[in-house]
């Protein structure tokens, strides 16, 4: 996925392994975005047999694996620390955990509220920390000082006819907030939306653009100098038919951008580059292909040739996220056969070529969805153990 460049004397070689083709970089010291480890300790919620009745477990036995919960996103604090959000079963309540120095890891609930996702985090020019997400069918924002203690803030909708809204995504911009996100039934097709607030308390709906909106979920956002730009999917939750792009001064008026390089991907994250312009990142429709794309402003976009390091012999290959790091950027996701996936990284410093990861153990049998520059090097928050259960962990490049 991406070109590094590399110290005088080390030597890239391509080795078959179990899990596909993978690069291998000779090296004393761990190298940044190639060789991963666990944290030290992430605190997990308790386990299901004290929390739920027998006839819940006999039912839903899957969840009685213990210390489940989906980690979805992490954002830095202000202080040096770092924050990340989640939820947990049976009934999907919200939660975070903070962690001062990226290695240990405590669990902060955020209420108690069934069917309550919060998926993405932003932290604003003062610190303020953003999560946004749903509570049943409505939007729904949090915020927090500190990661500890959180204020939940209802969303304003444009719709009246009870239809679930969501949001999926959030990005902090020079005079507040952007989130974006969809409308519609939880399967079959949804149609875009955008949020801005300025402090993430209250939060407007972007009035409703037929055209630039139709057909479409927001699954990226990033501020750029000239505005915001956003990635997301098109076509309905269970069979996407392409990629879509929008971009905006403000955030609150959008231009719709259905280049031809989307046909046929999922972009599911965009980032700025240090190398100029933007980069996105997703997979092809299948998940075949680990899939990047880059553009000078986000109006044209350009796919990149598909490559060996992208791709997993018999299986599948993805990405989830991507953050730019001194003056690469690296992208997270997964490689996966049969059933359990392998989570993996790649590395660029143009967004066109990209070289994977070495696999380790730490990483069979985990799923990661979400990077930040921390730790120090880079921060990822995933799971272990999926897809049968999904036990929050948190990893660190380079590895210790």
Not at 177 to 182: E, I, Q, R, Y
Request: aromatic share 8%; net charge negative.
């Amino acid at each position: 996925m991406r070109t590094a460049r590399l110290a005088a004397g080390l030597l890239v070689s391509i080795v078959a392994t179990g899990c596909g083709t993978a690069t291998s970089i000779p090296s004393a010291a761990p190298v940044l975005g190639l060789d991963w480890g666990r944290v030290t300790s992430v605190e997990r919620p308790k386990v299901y047999e004290e929390t739920v009745p027998p006839s819940y477990q006999a039912a839903h036995p899957i969840l009685r694996i213990a210390g489940q919960a989906m980690m979805t996103d992490l954002a830095a604090r202000p202080d040096g620390g770092y924050a990340a959000i989640g939820y947990v079963p049976p009934d999907w309540h919200p939660t975070a955990w903070t962690s001062e120095d990226g290695d240990r890891w405590t669990l902060r609930p955020i209420e108690s509220t069934p069917f309550t996702f919060p998926v993405a985090l932003a932290s604003g020019a003062d610190g303020t920390l953003v999560a946004v997400g749903r509570s049943g069918s409505s939007p729904v924002a949090w915020t927090s000082p500190d990661g500890v203690a959180w204020s939940r803030h209802d969303v304003a909708v444009l719709g009246r006819d009870g239809t679930a809204e969501r949001m999926t995504s959030v990005s902090a911009g020079p005079s507040g907030f952007v989130a974006g996100g969809s409308v519609g039934p939880e399967l079959f097709e949804r149609h875009a939306r955008f949020w801005s607030s300025p402090d993430g308390v209250s939060w407007n709906p972007v009035p409703d653009d037929a055209p630039a909106f139709d057909a479409a979920e927001v699954r990226s956002i990033t501020a750029t100098e000239a505005g915001f730009v956003a990635v997301g999917v098109v076509g309905s939750v269970q069979q996407p038919t392409g990629a879509v792009a929008w971009t905006s001064p403000d955030g609150t008026t959008w231009t719709r951008v259905e280049d031809p390089a989307f046909v046929g991907g999922i972009a599911v994250s965009v980032t700025t580059a240090p190398f100029g312009g933007l980069v996105a990142v997703g997979s092809d429709i299948e998940r075949r292909n680990a899939v990047s794309w880059t553009s000078p402003d986000g109006r044209t976009w350009t796919r990149a040739a598909d490559e060996p390091s992208r791709q997993h012999s018999g299986g599948y290959a993805w990405m989830t996220d991507v953050v730019a790091i001194g003056e690469q950027v690296i992208a997270v996701g997964d490689v996966q056969g049969l059933q359990r996936g392998t989570a993996t990284a790649w590395t660029s410093v143009d967004g066109k070529a990209w070289l994977q990861a070495r696999s380790a153990p730490v990483q069979q049998g985990a799923e990661w969805y979400a990077v930040i520059q921390g730790g120090p090097g880079v921060l990822v928050v995933g799971a272990f153990g999926a897809p049968d259960s999904y036990v929050p962990e948190v990893w660190r490049s380079p590895a210790r």
